[in-house]
């Protein structure tokens, strides 16, 4: 059982930047991939991010080049770093692990884009 909590989100005008950290109780050395989704009103939930173990990174085309994603093992956290937000980024943003099929969940945290 891994647990997540999601640190960092919070309002910012358009153009600006964010970084969201997802802290997990256990060792994420071994953890095949770890992301983050968003879900934004009215919308699906939508795939942003994912770093895997390995280090591969994979974005949805609408971030690509605006947000990275990164992955401290000795933290045992991974971040978003988000920048040149856009109006259209607000969601809320959901840390994910894929431990060898079984998923954990973080609680959400709330970014909103907006002048």
């Known amino acids: 059982q891994v647990q997540l909590v999601e640190t960092g989100g919070g309002l910012v005008q358009p153009g600006g930047s964010l970084r969201l950290s997802c802290a997990a109780s256990a060792s994420i050395f071994s953890i095949v991939a770890m992301g983050w989704y968003r879900r934004a009103p009215g919308k699906q939930r939508e795939l942003v991010a994912t770093i895997t173990s390995g280090g591969i990174t994979n974005f949805v085309d609408s971030v690509k080049g605006r947000f990275t994603i990164s992955r401290d093992n000795a933290k045992n956290t991974v971040y978003l770093q988000m920048n040149s937000l856009k109006p259209e980024d607000t969601a809320v943003y959901y840390c994910?692990?894929?431990?060898?099929?079984?998923?954990?969940w973080g609680q959400g945290t709330q970014v909103t884009v907006s002048s």
């Open positions: 994910y692990a894929n431990n060898y099929g079984s998923y954990y």
